[in-house]
């Protein structure tokens, strides 16, 4: 069993640095001291993000080659039925087409573009807000406390990706053009 990694706010030299913790009490977007210096960040929340998006775009991928393959020995089977005798073309063409109807089923059904894309923003805006948050550019400029705008902004960009969870994982492609609004960042 893989052990996940459980995070809690730490003190900087500079004083305390405020952390994100969700109510089940596992931390997601922290900032934390460096083993360098400065303060850093434990992306557990971004690397999952980007794994499950990598998830999704691979099993995506083969489906669709699955579908590719599937049609093409359709065809091969209805072929080398009239071709051979005493081949049971048909009888492959029928496994093959239920195949086909299957990855092709799938591939509606779970979505898995648009999960490629709900992550990908999600991962996105998390690093974008981490950055601005180290170069104190946008509104880290005019703050007094960086550290708690930095954990407001990182729950509102959770909160906001997480209200289009149930869109992403029950739609259709349709819906995909929504997803851009996911995980816009709060200015």
């Not at 039925?81 to 059904?109: C, E, M, R, Y």
């Not at 550290?147 to 819906?175: C, H, M, P, W």
Request: charged fraction near 25%; charge should be positive; proline fraction near 3%.
């Amino acid at each position: 069993m893989r052990a996940t990694r459980k995070m809690v706010p730490k003190a900087s030299g500079s004083g305390s640095v405020s952390g994100l913790v969700t109510g089940d009490g596992t931390s997601k977007l922290v900032p934390k001291e460096a083993e360098r210096g400065g303060v850093g960040v434990d992306d557990q929340e971004v690397h999952e993000c980007e794994r499950w998006g990598h998830v999704n775009d691979w099993a995506y991928k083969l489906l669709q080659l699955l579908v590719i393959i599937s049609s093409v020995m359709v065809t091969a089977a209805l072929a080398l039925d009239q071709l051979v005798s005493n081949f049971p073309g048909k009888l492959f063409a029928l496994i093959a087409s239920l195949v086909v109807t299957s990855a092709a089923s799938a591939l509606k059904i779970f979505n898995f573009p648009g999960k490629v894309l709900f992550y990908s923003i999600r991962a996105n805006a998390l690093k974008r807000e981490y950055y601005l948050y180290r170069a104190g550019d946008g509104s880290y400029a005019e703050s007094a406390d960086k550290e708690r705008l930095f954990v407001r902004k990182v729950e509102d960009i959770l909160a906001e990706s997480n209200k289009q969870t149930e869109r992403v994982y029950f739609s259709s492609e349709s819906d995909n053009v929504h997803l851009t609004k996911c995980c816009h960042i709060p200015r």
